[in-house]
């Protein structure tokens, strides 16, 4: 299979007054890679290289070869002053992640809590809450040991999963409550 750059390499050069390729190049280049969701294979205008194609000169020339598309869900992070707000008033379930910069494991399921949030959108809220910054929020909850995962519905807390655990235990927990 043909990277970017190889492909980039093979592409007829357009002429010096056209912005663009042209459609049948469009299409070859789609067929020479395979259909990605979230990504959108897009040829450039132009490449100006004396040499070989090279990655740096790529980028420091900004230019764009691939344009992802809006497909990433952010799992937002919330404090204590909208703690009430954006969890315990919310019409849908909410999942909220208590959490600590320097926390290990944290990073660990931080991944997939990515993951449950774009698998679950529409239907489950997701958050992340900093333990260091609203200390307040972890107290009241009783967060003794980070990562816990809570589960929150009609603004009652439903469920706890309590370190690393994997993506299954999480959904498991969760489909529970939809």
């Known amino acids: 299979m043909a990277t970017a750059l190889e492909f ?3 592409l007829p ?9 042209s459609p049948a190049t469009t299409r070859r280049a789609s067929a020479m890679f395979p259909h990605y969701s979230g990504i959108k294979p897009r040829p450039i205008a132009a490449v100006r290289c004396a040499g070989p194609l090279n ?13 992802a598309q809006d ?3 952010e799992v937002a992070s919330i404090t204590d002053a909208n703690w009430q707000s954006l969890v315990l008033e919310s019409e849908s379930p909410v999942l909220v992640e208590f959490w600590a910069p320097w926390c290990g494991p944290c990073r660990m399921i931080h991944p997939v ?3 449950l949030a774009k698998e679950f959108a529409g239907k489950l ?9 609203s200390p307040s929020t972890a107290t009241r909850y009783g967060i003794r040991s980070i990562p816990t995962v809570m589960i929150f519905k009609n603004g009652e807390k439903k469920d706890t999963v309590i370190g690393a655990v994997p993506k ?6 969760i489909e529970k409550f939809l």
Do not use: Q
């Open 13 to 21: 050069r357009p002429s010096s007054s056209a912005t663009a390729f």
């Open 113 to 115: 809590i990515d993951e």
């Open 125 to 133: 809220k997701c958050y992340k809450v900093n333990t260091d910054e």
């Open 8 to 10: 980039l390499a093979v």
């Open 71 to 73: 497909t990433a869900v």
């Open 168 to 173: 299954s235990t999480l959904t498991t927990s």
């Open 55 to 67: 990655p740096r000169t790529l980028t420091r020339s900004g230019r764009v070869v691939c344009e």
